[in-house]
């Protein structure tokens, strides 16, 4: 069975750029999440999706957006990138049953670097 | 707001030692509490998670405990191994949400 798939694994841009990253989760996990790890700031959340509509976001501003498409592949997009933007960027998926909250599988990120 | 609050941030203990690791968070609407290692450059994994429809859950050498009145919850690790050494982070949600609150990491060193 194949984990979470995050494309690509490195990236470096230039500050005012955007830059979108893929995630593939794993087959038949319909809840992808989206995190955003920094030495400072730990885990923090950006938004999970479920069903390609956004349930829940985190306190991020509008620059960070995604969506998910209809086989569970979910993309996050971060427009006008501020030096502060790098950072280890994880997805993760759950089976979701509707009624408990099954464990995250996280994939191996996206390490973008801004310059 | 929603916080959770890790404690250590660093801890070394000798080789068969056992290590705990302390958590308390912020939202009583809290449920659900999962424990994840990440050992360096590689993503985090989940080890162990406890609903709060319960005090205490183990497996193998890792236990964790709740205390839902005082909101904290703890990872224990017994006979502590060299592989063991990561850095653990606790988390806090809500049934029915995948938001989840992670504390901010405790680095453990398992000294040979």
């Known amino acids: 069975k194949a984990g979470v798939t995050q494309t690509p694994r490195y990236l470096i841009k230039t500050r005012g750029q955007q830059v979108t990253l893929s995630c593939s989760p794993i087959s038949g996990h319909r809840s992808v999440s989206w995190y955003q790890q920094t030495p400072g700031q730990g885990l923090q959340f950006l938004f999970e999706y479920f069903s390609e509509t956004q349930r829940n976001k985190g306190n991020f501003p509008g620059r960070f957006s995604g969506r998910q498409f209809s086989n569970s592949r979910s993309e996050m997009n971060v427009s006008t990138l501020e030096l502060g933007d790098s950072a280890l960027y994880l997805c993760?998926?759950?089976?979701?049953?509707?009624?408990?909250?099954?464990?995250?599988?996280f994939g191996s990120g996206t390490r973008l670097t801004v310059v | 707001g929603e916080n959770v609050e890790q404690h250590p941030s660093t801890l070394s203990v000798q080789e068969g030692d056992s290590a705990v690791i302390k958590c308390t968070y912020s939202d009583s609407a809290s449920n659900y509490f999962p424990w994840y290692k990440q050992e360096l450059g590689k993503r985090p994994q989940l080890i162990i998670d406890i609903r709060s429809n319960v005090g205490e859950k183990k497996d193998q050498r890792i236990a964790v405990t709740l205390n839902k009145t005082a909101k904290h919850f703890s990872l224990h690790i017994t006979e502590t191994q060299p592989e063991d050494s990561a850095v653990y982070f606790c988390a806090a949600a809500t049934s029915g949400t995948y938001k989840y609150i992670f504390g901010t990491g405790t680095r453990l060193k398992v000294l040979a």
């Open positions: 993760a998926s759950s089976s979701d049953t509707g009624q408990h909250n099954y464990g995250y599988t």
